[in-house]
Nanobody
Framework: QVQLVESGGGLVQAGGSLRLSCAAS????????MGWFRQAPGKEREFVAA????????YYADSVKGRFTISRDNAKNTVYLEMNSLKPEDTAVYYC????????????????WGQGTQVTVSS
C-alpha cells in the first residue's frame, strides 16, 4: 500500500513558477514509477509528466514540455514537479500517482493516487 500526499499548490501570476511535491509512504518507493496528472474544471484528467523508478526516464505532455520538470528523491520518498512559465491554462488540480512498473502516460495504469493540490494561474 502506498499513500501519496501532494503539496506546493497555490495562486501564481502568469509567467511565474511553482514547485509541487508528492510525499510517499511505504518502503518500496524507489521501485515505483511516478506520474503527475491534472484536471481542470469540466475537463478530463490529463497526463502531465512521469518518471521511471530509476529516475533516468522522464516523459512530458507536449503542452508542458520545456516548462515543467519532473524529478524524484528516493532518499526522501518524494517526487517533484517544477513548473515554470506558468499559463492560465495550467490551472487545475494536480495529482501525483504511482505504479509498480513502467512510467506511462495513461492514468488507468497507476494504482495509487494522492488527493490533489490546486494550482491557479491568473492572467
Amino acid at each position: 500500500q502506498v499513500q501519496l500526499v501532494e503539496s506546493g499548490g497555490g495562486l501564481v501570476q502568469a509567467g511565474g513558477s511553482l514547485r509541487l511535491s508528492c510525499a510517499a509512504s511505504g518502503r518500496a518507493f524507489s521501485s515505483y514509477a511516478m506520474g503527475w496528472f491534472r484536471q481542470a474544471p469540466g475537463k478530463e484528467r490529463e497526463f502531465v509528466a512521469a518518471i521511471g523508478w530509476i529516475g533516468g526516464n522522464t516523459y512530458y505532455a507536449d503542452s508542458v514540455k520545456g516548462r515543467f520538470t519532473i524529478s524524484r528523491d528516493n532518499a526522501k520518498n518524494t517526487v517533484y514537479l517544477e513548473m515554470n512559465s506558468l499559463k492560465p491554462e495550467d490551472t487545475a488540480v494536480y495529482y501525483c500517482a504511482s505504479q509498480k512498473f513502467t512510467a506511462t502516460m495513461r492514468a488507468d495504469t497507476y494504482d495509487y493516487w494522492g488527493q490533489g493540490t490546486q494550482v491557479t494561474v491568473s492572467s
